[in-house]
């Protein structure tokens, strides 16, 4: 971690502009269904504020691609942020503009601000430079606490960052870039990955580089049925991707020349309609009726990985196992999160790569038993394949300033 953070700087009568990844899950009333990247971005704002700052908090949520919808303001997040810091947070109805200028000219330190969502203008996305000027011009130092964004190149994670002498990491962009650097660099062993999600395309960098990192690598979800499909096994009717068979020919070859320990499942919970009441059940891996999808790992499967996974020391997961938004195809995906919690209460070093994973940890109610559950779904995915994300590279330098 070679960046300056907020533990170097002493933020009293300065204004602070925070992009934060408030990117909550909302209900049809629009009320959050779970607050935890709010949670997670406490310890930043807490900190400037003590120190006497203000905070000038932005962040998008959803893709409403430029254009103002109501479904999407960050309103309630405003209301859940007041509750949790015990203090009024002012709500700006733009992230640009007089209303977000006066709001801001009107601060005291120790105030917070939250503006509305920054991608209800395109400049946002586009990483525009007027529109990342403007933004800017609402503060005097700039903190970056989104590492779910850091993957980015927009104007609140990149554009806007020419516009300070500073642009700090924040506490939870810290904790990111430290657990992941640590499994990237020298993690205890044995080392273990799980992988799932719906495509291998999605993640061929990142099965390429861990293939020369773990010693095991198992691969569940909709993306095993490529690998199946290449193996020669039945998969019915399951997911597949035909462009990417003869990639996983070539994954499973090398799994056979090295010292890596490739796994897949042994059987799988499959249906004809992929629904929340259709009839389910368990079959081989390498045998599934045509007509059938496989939508989850069975139990003998959860049963065989768990002693894979006996004795592991570091465990990085990251996707699902199954169709995990249909309640009954998420069990696997459920158990794979309770065998982390286990592994971790054995001294194990886990981390869980956001998204899919990530939730179905929370469900689990074992958050705060992991070692770390990353924010970023595709940005912990960026810095698994090694790839620089550009939110990261736009943050100063340690080397380039002092403390102040």
């Known amino acids: 971690m070679n960046k300056v953070t907020v533990a170097d700087i002493n933020f009293r009568g300065r204004k602070v502009l925070l992009r934060v990844d408030f990117n909550v899950p909302l209900d049809e009333r629009r009320h959050i269904r779970a607050d935890h990247r709010i949670q997670t971005a406490l310890p930043t704002i807490r900190k400037i504020l003590g120190d006497g700052g203000m905070v000038i908090a932005c962040s998008h949520l959803g893709r409403p691609k430029g254009k103002h919808v109501p479904e999407m303001s960050l309103k309630p997040v405003a209301d859940r942020l007041s509750e949790l810091l015990g203090q009024t947070v002012t709500f700006a109805e733009d992230c640009i503009g007089p209303e977000a200028a006066n709001l801001v000219g009107r601060m005291e330190n120790g105030d917070c601000l939250l503006l509305e969502n920054l991608r209800f203008h395109q400049g946002e996305t586009e990483n525009d430079p007027e529109f990342a000027r403007k933004l800017a011009s609402l503060g005097d130092i700039y903190v970056n606490d989104a590492f779910g964004t850091a993957h980015r190149a927009h104007a609140s994670t990149v554009g806007v960052t020419q516009y300070f002498d500073q642009a700090l990491a924040g506490f939870l962009m810290e904790k990111e870039l430290r657990y992941l650097s640590q499994v990237m660099g020298k993690p205890a062993r044995p080392y273990a990955a799980i992988l799932g999600g719906a495509k291998i395309s999605g993640k061929i960098g990142v ?7 773990v010693d095991t690598l198992i691969i569940g979800g909709g993306m095993a049925f490529t690998f199946a499909r290449a193996m020669g096994h039945k998969i019915g009717d399951s997911l597949v991707e035909e462009e990417q068979i003869e990639l996983a020919r070539d994954i499973l070859a090398k799994g056979r020349d090295s010292k890596v320990n490739l796994v897949f499942p042994t059987d799988i919970v499959v249906t004809k309609e992929i629904t929340e009441d259709a009839k389910s059940e368990v079959v081989p891996f390498d ?55 286990k592994l971790t209460k054995t001294g194990a070093t886990t981390v869980v790569g956001g998204g899919d994973s990530a939730a179905a940890v929370d469900r689990a109610g074992l958050h705060d038993v992991m070692t770390h559950v990353s924010t970023g779904g595709g940005a912990t995915l960026k810095f698994l394949e090694g790839k620089t994300l550009p939110g990261v590279a736009a943050l100063t330098d340690r080397v380039t300033v002092g403390t102040v």
Do not use: Y
């Not at 099965?207 to 990192?213: A, E, P």
């Not at 009726?289 to 069975?298: H, N």
């Open 207 to 213: 099965v390429t580089l861990l293939m020369d990192q």
């Open 287 to 341: 045998a599934i009726p045509d007509g059938m999808k496989g939508v989850d790992i069975g139990p003998d499967s959860i049963r065989h990985f768990g002693e894979v996974l006996e004795g592991s020391r570091t465990v990085v997961w990251n996707g699902p196992m199954g169709i995990c938004e249909i309640p009954q195809f998420a069990r696997g995906t459920i158990e794979m999160a309770k065998l982390m919690g």
